[in-house]
């Protein structure tokens, strides 16, 4: 099997290639929009990039499990200590507004634990990406740049700066906010709320609604990496691969 920086290449590239597709279906204004089983928005370009992610991961002949992939039963799944967790549109439903809070998430998981991750911003032109063991880094108007490690938080500091998500406002996160003293709220959708936290422009994101492994893993990577945390609320980290792949609630910080 490849190293882990020789994965993350591929990773890297898997994500570049499907943001390029995603943007052309993006401008067209073609979404060939549908609805799955659970009334979730699919479009064309959920397909496209999936297709073309899996094409390159095919190669490192590590199982894939992706949201727009087959249904793999568990029977089978359980027997892989390895595993590609791949999202590739997260936050279809900002991708249908067009206001760019969308990614493209791939992340590869050993163990259940994020090791890698790949977070990619295709209209805000922004790759994040990171190895648990080295840290991570964000791409900007082409430049690398090494991301610092996560603050220390304290929960009882006045003004907190707290990333919720401009669909799912649950009445769980209302009622975490008010544990907290005039914290300031910012809105965004999809991993992108992790990543303010990876960049230090958040202090917290609670997550009390419903969300699926492939929403989360690539963006656990990257905030693992540098030293952050990606809890239940029993303060244990999520884990991955799971019989039920549904999230239980969280919080970042």
Do not use: C
Request: overall charge negative; charged content about 25%; cysteine-free.
């Amino acid at each position: 099997m490849k190293n882990l920086d020789q994965l993350l290449k591929i990773a890297r590239e898997a994500s570049s290639e499907a943001s390029k597709a995603i943007l052309e279906v993006y401008n067209s204004e073609e979404f060939d929009l549908e609805l799955k089983g659970d009334n979730s928005p699919l479009t064309k370009a959920d397909k496209v990039s999936h297709q073309i992610i899996e094409t390159h991961l095919k190669d490192t002949g590590i199982p894939i499990l992706s949201e727009e992939g087959v249904d793999i039963p568990y029977e089978l799944r359980k027997d892989w200590d390895m595993l590609w967790i791949v999202d590739p549109l997260d936050g279809t439903k900002e991708f249908i507004k067009r206001n760019g809070e969308f990614t493209v998430n791939i992340a590869l998981v050993e163990n259940g634990v994020p090791i890698l991750g790949v977070v990619e911003a295709p209209v805000l032109e922004l790759q994040y990406f990171g190895l648990n063991v080295k840290g991570s880094w964000v791409k900007r108007d082409g430049k690398i740049h090494k991301l610092a490690p996560i603050n220390k938080l304290n929960f009882s500091q006045e003004g907190l700066k707290v990333v919720a998500s401009r669909s799912h406002l649950s009445q769980e996160t209302q009622e975490f906010l008010t544990t907290l003293t005039k914290p300031e709220i910012t809105s965004m959708g999809s991993s992108l709320k992790f990543m303010l936290i990876a960049e230090g422009k958040a202090d917290i994101y609670p997550r009390f609604a419903p969300t699926m492994e492939w929403d989360t893993a690539a963006s656990q990577a990257i905030i693992n990496s540098l030293g952050g945390n990606v809890v239940n609320l029993e303060n244990r980290s999520l884990l991955y691969n799971k019989k039920n792949l549904l999230n239980p609630f969280f919080k970042v910080y």
